[in-house]
């Protein structure tokens, strides 16, 4: 009887430890334990050096993914240890950057979309000496916390763009579809493209519920039929509001930020008129470049302007180059 | 739960169980031997993982789990359910945040205002469930919607946006930091006061659990709620405190979120709540109540935040993160199983 007992929670333990080892991709890691002598920023010169990119996306998020793509891709040529991680709340998102300190990385790339909560993190980075910089959101106080650079695109003025984009398209009443409840950013590119395009509502839409978001969406375009205009800001979003136009027999324009290969073929299809592209493959593939220059020669990019890798367009003209490489989960 | 104290004159009436089966017994051994499973693991496969810095990380994110767990351990053992404690984190935090921002009003008085909420709706779920006798799993669920629409809505409605920040610079905010949010040195690293209030939380939960008439209270309640108004006991008062008790961790905890972060996100919490319930779990509370401990939820919440750092630290993949976590917990409540199992044989 008790021998069962403990061959069944050995079992468990064994399972466990199996299941770890499997998975374990890029195993322990062997770095030397040098003795937090991070005083320039570099604990080890001449070897590998790490870097820790620490986002607030959530775990599986497609545009995140490409981010993620980009760091790894640029680790992988530029022989740079690469580590990602992310967490959507920004408390825990900071206890991951304090976590990145404590291992002495010799690099820190953080996305910033609520940047008050992390200041206290990334000033203990920053003067702890170790190079940080920020992307994709929370520009203005990149320079403030002491970040070397921003890359990213600024959202206000993507938004504006996209706005009035689709006012040259003779559309006279826009619905702003907002995926992310606590994500700034996103409430800045509705602001922007209201500026942009003129009669403007926003929709609050739960991105980890794809069946919630296109009801939504449909409610909305059937509660008010003069909505001749989509503007969602994810490329998962944009096929549901694809979707929900369909099903709620409007004729609304749909137009997204950020691009996924399923949105590449619907701007082909044209059921999707164009994407603000922001290239986020380089937000995660630029840092590593410029941390590693900074490492090896002391570098410094963009003159204390941001790095802006947006927006771009992608309509019908340019789409079909974009494709191949959306497929591939680099665009 | 009860010691044998004082002196004992041998009674071949008594049968006096082993050390061991008296250790096994006790519902947290389970989740003792996990946490040191867990540490012996992480210590042995990273270099950081046992650096001053690298327990400040991990205990860091422990002591905010564990203070709500702890909470929601006694609940469990009264044999209820509390959904809204992971959302309510963050309604406390806007509450007191919007407060002080928006009206001026001084810090300390907004903490006050936002525990005042806090153990409103604590007792308003508490005397829901009491009077409509719906389980509660069902009535907190409700209530965490509920809070869910509210965050994000009176958020909108009051500051146009999704986040409530600049609480930096209302009055009384330096004070109330110190208490809430401040950082003592030890080893030369800075360790969060959290980690403080979650020891304190813990001691004082263990102490009246074990300690006083109103946790006798709570394990009867759980146990069986008929026979505890039988012999007198105020069942439905004791789990309108119980309720009451998981919110005011609850407001503990985004108070020093807010204090901490200065900043608060519409969307902040949610899902805290199954962690807070899994960490009293590993801890030894039964999902049917009447059995549990203080300090073994601790011990979960401490097993949660090893695993949520250590991972990090073994530089795995993250896209994994979510399975070692899933593997981790389950191994954990299987160890407990086999314990408890041990020790319901022991008590026959």
Redesign the interface.
């Known amino acids: 009887m008790l021998s069962k007992k403990s061959k069944r929670i050995l079992l468990g333990m064994a399972a466990a430890a199996g299941a770890i080892a499997l998975a374990a991709c890029s195993g322990p890691a062997s770095s030397s334990s040098s003795g937090g002598s991070a005083a320039n920023g570099s604990a080890t010169s001449g070897g590998p050096i790490n870097v820790a990119v620490v986002t607030h996306g959530s775990a599986g998020d497609s545009f995140w993914n490409v981010v993620k793509n980009g760091a790894t891709d640029a680790g992988k040529q530029l022989g740079v240890n690469v580590t990602y991680n992310s967490d959507g709340d920004p408390g825990a998102q900071s206890k991951l950057i304090d976590n990145a300190v404590a291992q002495h990385v010799d690099g820190l790339v953080v996305s910033m979309a609520n940047p008050d909560a992390l200041k206290t993190s990334i000033q203990a980075a920053v003067k702890a000496g170790i190079p940080v910089i920020t992307i994709n959101s929370g520009q203005s106080q990149s320079a403030a916390f002491g970040a070397l650079a921003h890359v990213g695109q600024d959202e206000g003025i993507a938004g504006q763009q996209a706005g009035a984009k689709l006012k040259s398209a003779g559309k006279t009443n826009l619905l702003c579809v907002i995926h992310e409840a606590g994500n700034v950013g996103l409430s800045q590119r509705c602001d922007g493209a209201k500026q942009g395009f003129g009669k403007t509502t926003n929709l609050q839409v739960d991105i980890n519920n794809p069946t919630d978001v296109e009801a939504k969406i449909k409610g909305a375009l059937q509660t008010d039929s003069s909505i001749d205009a989509v503007l969602t800001l994810n490329p998962q979003i944009a096929l549901s509001a694809v979707n929900a136009a369909k099903e709620a027999n409007s004729k609304a324009t749909v137009a997204t930020f950020d691009l996924n290969s399923d949105v590449v073929s619907a701007i082909k299809s044209g059921q999707i008129a164009f994407a603000v592209d922001q290239q986020q493959y380089e937000q995660g593939y630029l840092p590593i470049v410029m941390l590693k220059l900074y490492h090896d020669n002391a570098n410094t990019v963009g003159g204390g302007q941001p790095v802006l890798t947006g927006p771009g367009f992608v309509d019908k003209s340019n789409v079909d180059k974009v494709a191949q490489y959306a497929a591939r989960g680099t665009r | 739960m009860s010691d044998f104290s004082g002196t004992l004159t041998t009674d071949e009436r008594i049968a006096s169980p082993s050390l061991l089966n008296r250790l096994a017994v006790r519902p947290e051994i389970g989740a003792l031997i996990g946490a040191l499973?867990v540490f012996v693991f992480f210590t042995v496969?990273?270099?950081?993982f046992v650096?001053p810095?690298?327990i400040?990380?991990w205990l860091?994110?422990s002591a905010?789990i564990g203070i709500v767990s702890v909470a929601v351990a006694l609940l469990m053992i009264g044999g209820e359910f509390d959904l809204s404690a992971g959302v309510m984190t963050a309604s406390t935090s806007l509450v007191t945040a919007m407060l002080a921002t928006k009206l001026g009003v001084n810090v300390w008085l907004a903490i006050l205002v936002s525990l005042v909420f806090a153990l409103a709706v604590g007792a308003f779920n508490g005397w829901l469930v009491m009077r409509t006798k719906l389980p509660s799993f069902i009535v907190t669920l409700g209530t965490f919607f509920a809070l869910q629409g509210i965050n994000?809505g009176v958020t909108?409605l009051v500051t146009g946006?999704?986040?409530v920040?600049g609480i930096a610079t209302a009055p009384g905010y330096a004070s109330a930091g110190y208490l809430f949010a401040s950082t003592f040195s030890l080893a030369g690293t800075s360790f969060p006061i959290s980690i403080v209030w979650w020891i304190v939380v813990t001691a004082l939960a263990a102490w009246v659990l074990v300690r006083t008439r109103f946790g006798n209270w709570i394990f009867a309640v759980g146990g069986s709620a008929a026979s505890s108004r039988a012999v007198g006991v105020p069942v439905g008062r004791s789990k309108i405190v119980l309720f009451m008790t998981t919110a005011g961790a609850a407001w503990l905890v985004g108070t020093i979120?807010i204090l901490?972060?200065?900043?608060v996100?519409?969307?902040?919490?949610i899902g805290l709540e199954f962690e807070y319930i899994i960490a009293a779990v590993i801890g030894g509370c039964l999902l049917t109540g009447g059995f549990g401990s203080a300090v073994g939820a601790a011990i979960g919440a401490l097993i949660f935040g090893m695993a949520n750092?250590g991972i990090?630290?073994?530089?795995?993949?993250?896209?994994?993160?979510?399975?070692?976590l899933g593997?981790?917990l389950?191994?954990a409540v299987?160890?407990n199983n086999?314990f408890r199992?041990?020790a319901e044989r022991v008590r026959r």
């Open positions: 499973v496969i990273t270099s950081q650096t810095a690298g400040s990380t860091d994110t905010t994000l909108t946006t999704v986040q920040s979120n901490r972060f200065t900043t996100q519409a969307n902040q919490g750092q990090v630290y073994a530089h795995w993949n993250s896209d994994w993160f979510k399975l070692f593997i981790m389950l191994a299987l160890v086999g199992a041990r």
